[in-house]
């Protein structure tokens, strides 16, 4: 089956599918966390892509375009419900939890990442975002400026900025002042 011109639109969904499938989830692909995760933003793109009758009628470059956002779209989703309902495999407990940590060292740590959460809470939402795609996700600032669309400089400055900012908070906590007494 011979594909159709790049500038010529697919004449129903099916078309649709199947020139832009590869490119809709590679894009996917190389942010969401797994494959499974991103077979699913995929099929919930074209869905929406199923839903709008209008797209058969537009250029292919605007079809992309398109599709990307509406992707792009379902990325941000998948990342605000990770944010809210984080989810830790449990082979990863076993590094997290040392054994070798005493009841009191397990309750200073807790103590300290509770404290932490509270200071990115109070973060603007997009420097929260940024941390958590940086070190919840583990993506590096090149990919992370790509899903912000923004620079990869204005990203890194804003990452060091947001980590200035609780470094800053840390410093001000009433804990840390009866610490220095």
């Not at 200073?108 to 959460?117: A, C, D, K, P, V």
């Not at 973060?123 to 929260?128: A, E, K, R, T």
């Not at 204005?154 to 470094?167: D, E, G, P, W, Y």
Request: proline share 7%; charged share 25%; glycine share 2%.
């Amino acid at each position: 089956m011979l594909q159709p011109d790049e500038d010529t639109p697919p004449a129903d969904h099916d078309q649709l599918f199947d020139r832009y499938h590869p490119v809709i989830f590679a894009y996917i692909r190389s942010y969401a966390l797994s494959r499974e995760d991103a077979e699913d933003m995929t099929l919930d793109t074209f869905t929406i892509a199923l839903e709008n009758s209008d797209i058969i009628t537009w250029e292919g470059p605007r079809q992309l375009a398109w599709l990307k956002r509406v992707a792009h779209n379902k990325l941000m989703e998948h990342y605000r419900h990770l944010r809210r309902h984080p989810v830790i495999a449990l082979d990863l407990l076993a590094d997290i939890i040392p054994d070798s940590s005493t009841p009191e060292q397990m309750a200073l740590r807790n103590e300290s990442y509770s404290q932490l959460r509270l200071y990115i809470r109070q973060l603007p939402p997009l420097q929260q975002q940024l941390l958590l795609l940086r070190y919840g996700q583990g993506l590096p600032t090149l990919e992370i400026a790509t899903l912000l669309q923004k620079s990869n400089q204005a990203t890194r400055k804003l990452l060091l900025r947001t980590i200035c900012s609780l470094r800053t908070m840390y410093a001000r906590s009433p804990e840390k002042k009866g610490e220095r007494r």
